[in-house]
C-alpha cells in the first residue's frame, strides 16, 4: 500500500456504501477492479473504520448480482438481485463486446452496440432512484463516432447523453472520447474522458528494450487531424518532435457512408532513421494506420509502434499481420477497456494494456468525492517512469 493511494482515500467519509455493476459484456473488467478495490480497502488503516459512516467499507466484493434475462421473444428486463439503496453505484458496460449472444425466435443473434446501451439503461432503471449517485463508467462512449451533424443526420451520442442524465446518472466516464466537445450536451453534469497516455507508454517501455527517448531517436505522429491533441501531449511530456497526417478525400463520392481517402499528406520534420509512435483513439478496419506507417516507412523511418485506445479490428487481423511480417508495424498497443478475441491476445506483435487498476483508482477515488485530476492528468508518473527506463531499472 502507497502513501499515494492512503492520502488519496482516507481524508473524507464515502459518499455512501461502494457498489459496482459490471454488464455482461464488461464482467472480465470489473472482476479485475474489484481484486484491487478489496485489496487496498482490506490493507487500508482507518480509525473510522467502524464508525457508521464507513458501513460496509471493507466487503469481500463490491460487485453486485444483476443479470438482464430475455423472453423468447427478444424483449428482456434488468434485474439487481441486492439492495442499492443509499448505494454509491458504479455502472460498467462494453458496447463493442460482440462477443455476448442472445436467442431471438430460435435464432443466436450476437450483441450490438445499441443492445449494450439498452441493457444499461434497464440496469439503470431497475435501481428505480434509490442510489445515492450512479456513475456511469462507458469506456468506448455509445455514438461517439455520430457526434456531429454535417447533413440532415441524427445526433446519437448527445441524446444518447441526455438520455441517460434524466434517468438519473450523475457522472459518465469514458476513455479517450472521439471528440470531447459532445459534453456540451449535458453541460451541469459530470462527464469525464480518460486518456491511457501513461499506461501506452508503461506497456511499450517494459516489452521493448534499449529504446532512446528524445527528438533525435523518436517522434509521435498523428494519422489525422482530429487526433492532434493527444500527440501533442505525449510529444511534449516525451520531449520528442511531432507530426502529423491529414486526409486527402475525394467528395464527389461516397463509399459505405465515407469519403474514400484518396492519400495521406505528411506535415512535420525528417523522420529518417526515426523510431515513430502513431497514437490514436481507435483502430477500426486498420486500413488508415497501416497506409500512414507505410508512408513512414517510404520517408525511410526505423520501427514504428502503434498506440490505440480500442483496438476493434472490424476487418480480422490478417492485414496486422501482414503488415508486422513486412516491417511495416513492429508493435500494437491497445487496451483491455474493450473486448479482446483470443486470437488478437496470442499475437505476438500485440501489447495488452491492463487499465484495470487505473479504473479502480477512479472509483476508490470518487467514492470518497475527492480530486482525480492527478489521475487525469499523468505527466510526473510518465517522466518518473520513463526516467528508471533510461537509468536501466525495471518499470
Same mark, same amino acid.
Given at each position: ?58 466487503? *469481500?466484493? $463490491? ?61 439503470? *432503471? ?17 455514438? *461517439? ?82 487526433? #492532434?491533441?493527444?500527440?501533442? $501531449? ?47 483513439? #481507435? ?55 474493450? @473486448? ?20 479502480? @483508482? ?7 468525492? *475527492? ?25
Amino acid at each position: 500500500m502507497t502513501k499515494r493511494e492512503e492520502k488519496r482515500n482516507l481524508e473524507s467519509i464515502p459518499v455512501g456504501s461502494l457498489g459496482v455493476i459490471a454488464l455482461e459484456g464488461c464482467k472480465t473488467l470489473g472482476e479485475k477492479v474489484d481484486y484491487y478495490l478489496v485489496k487496498w480497502r482490506t490493507e487500508r488503516e482507518s480509525e473510522h473504520k467502524d464508525s457508521l459512516a464507513f458501513a460496509g467499507y471493507q466487503r *469481500s466484493s $463490491y460487485l453486485l448480482d444483476s443479470k438482464v434475462p430475455r423472453f423468447g421473444s427478444g424483449e428482456a428486463k434488468g434485474m439487481i438481485k441486492e439492495s442499492v439503496r443509499g448505494d454509491d453505484l458504479f455502472i460498467m458496460v462494453d458496447v463493442c463486446n460482440y462477443s455476448i449472444t442472445y436467442t431471438l425466435c430460435g435464432h443466436v443473434n450476437r450483441m450490438s452496440p445499441d443492445d449494450h446501451y439498452q441493457n444499461l439503461k434497464r440496469i439503470i *432503471s431497475a435501481v428505480g432512484g434509490k442510489a445515492r449517485r450512479i456513475t456511469v463508467i462507458m469506456p468506448f462512449l455509445y455514438e *461517439s463516432r455520430q457526434h456531429k451533424r454535417t447533413a440532415r443526420e441524427s445526433l446519437d451520442c448527445a441524446i444518447a447523453l441526455q438520455e441517460l442524465v434524466k434517468m438519473g446518472v450523475d457522472n459518465i466516464i469514458t476513455f479517450d472520447a472521439h471528440d470531447a466537445r459532445v459534453q456540451n450536451a449535458i453541460p451541469l453534469h459530470g462527464f469525464e474522458t480518460v486518456q491511457p497516455a501513461y499506461q501506452f507508454i508503461k506497456g511499450l517501455l517494459r516489452h521493448k528494450k534499449g529504446l532512446t527517448i528524445d527528438s533525435d531517436h523518436m517522434m509521435v505522429i498523428s494519422p489525422d487531424e482530429g487526433g #492532434m491533441s493527444r500527440a501533442i $501531449y505525449i510529444a511534449n511530456v516525451l520531449g520528442l518532435d511531432m507530426g502529423m497526417f491529414y486526409k486527402r478525400r475525394d467528395y464527389t463520392t461516397i463509399v459505405n457512408g465515407k469519403n474514400p481517402i484518396v492519400a495521406h499528406e505528411f506535415l512535420g520534420s525528417a523522420v529518417e532513421g526515426k523510431d515513430m509512435i502513431i497514437i490514436d483513439d #481507435m483502430i477500426s478496419s486498420g486500413d488508415s494506420v497501416i497506409e500512414v506507417a507505410a508512408a513512414l516507412k517510404a520517408r525511410k523511418a526505423n520501427r514504428i509502434f502503434v498506440f490505440s485506445t480500442f483496438g476493434l479490428f472490424t476487418n480480422g487481423l490478417e492485414r496486422f499481420d501482414k503488415a508486422h511480417e513486412q516491417g511495416l508495424i513492429d508493435r500494437v498497443l491497445t487496451t483491455n477497456l474493450i @473486448y479482446q478475441t483470443p486470437e488478437l491476445l496470442s499475437r505476438h506483435w500485440y501489447i495488452n494494456c491492463d487499465m484495470s487498476k487505473y479504473i479502480a @483508482y477512479l472509483i476508490d477515488t470518487l467514492n470518497h468525492d *475527492s480530486s482525480i485530476s492527478d489521475l487525469l492528468n499523468p505527466n510526473e508518473k510518465i517522466r518518473n517512469i520513463v526516467a528508471r527506463y533510461n537509468a536501466g531499472e525495471d518499470v
